[in-house]
């Protein structure tokens, strides 16, 4: 079956425009994550949804990020005004609902900002 | 606050060869979970294990194995006669057993290269 796809895959801009990321999760699964991968780097947590809400922002970097989720399966990342630090790999990943249960990722989105 | 080591940046090896990676992790929550994903130079990060805090059993599969030690905090990973498609950057990852905790906190990874 399909798993988390995520667009676009690459993405360059240029410091000061805003950029939307975007996550598909596999189909059923209520959990949603972001996580960011600098380079060279492990995976910092940014936010998760349960649903469409999210109970943890706890990893956003800045009021600059922000992230929603749209009928319990879509969702976007939007960074405004992008800084050359935003540069890194986002990933998306999905699970199903029960505590325990592996997150799926996404290939990620690599961002860089020129 | 939870924490997870791997101290090992990069790992070479030859072919054929057993490889063992270290992963330490340090959490004040009496139950938790510890993972394991591999990242192939893809990019997309592999699910390989999921173990409860409260089952120290090791497990096998394959050529694959894992220790976990909760008294020195250790879950270990041994790949046995290795492969050159095992190579990629390895990531322990913990998240604690409790109502609304669901984040993934990860090491920051172990590169394994394996040799012909």
């Known amino acids: 079956g399909a798993g988390v796809s995520q667009s676009p895959s690459n993405k360059v801009t240029e410091k000061g425009k805003d950029v939307e990321l975007r996550c598909d999760p596999i189909?059923?699964?209520?959990?949603l994550y972001w996580y960011r991968q600098r380079l060279g780097q492990g995976l910092e947590f940014l936010i998760y949804?349960?649903?469409?809400?999210?109970?943890?922002k706890s990893g956003l970097p800045s009021d600059r990020f922000s992230a929603e989720r749209t009928g319990e399966s879509v969702s976007t990342l939007t960074i405004q005004r992008t800084q050359q630090e935003d540069s890194a790999v986002y990933l998306c990943?999905?699970?199903?609902?029960?505590?325990?249960?592996?997150?799926?990722f996404g290939p990620g989105t690599r961002l860089t900002v020129t | 606050a939870q924490k997870v080591t791997q101290a090992q940046t990069e790992i070479s090896v030859v072919e054929k060869e057993d490889v063992t990676l270290d992963c330490v992790y340090e959490?004040?929550?009496?139950?938790?979970?510890l993972f394991w994903y591999k990242q192939p130079p893809s990019g997309e990060l592999v699910f390989l294990i999921r173990?409860?805090?409260?089952?120290?059993q090791n497990e096998i599969s394959g050529r694959y194995s894992w220790n976990f030690q909760k008294s020195t905090s250790s879950f270990n990973f041994t790949i046995t006669a290795s492969q050159v498609v095992d190579s990629a950057v390895y990531f322990c990852?913990?998240?604690?057993?409790?109502?609304?905790?669901?984040?993934?906190?990860f090491g920051q990874g172990t590169r394994l290269t394996i040799n012909p």
């Open positions: 189909s059923g699964h209520t959990a």
């Open positions: 949804f349960q649903g469409n809400s999210a109970p943890d």
């Open positions: 959490t004040r929550d009496t139950t938790y979970y």
């Open positions: 173990r409860n805090s409260f089952d120290e």
């Open positions: 990943a999905s699970s199903a609902r029960w505590a325990g249960n592996e997150q799926y």
């Open positions: 990852a913990l998240r604690p057993i409790i109502q609304g905790a669901q984040k993934l906190v």
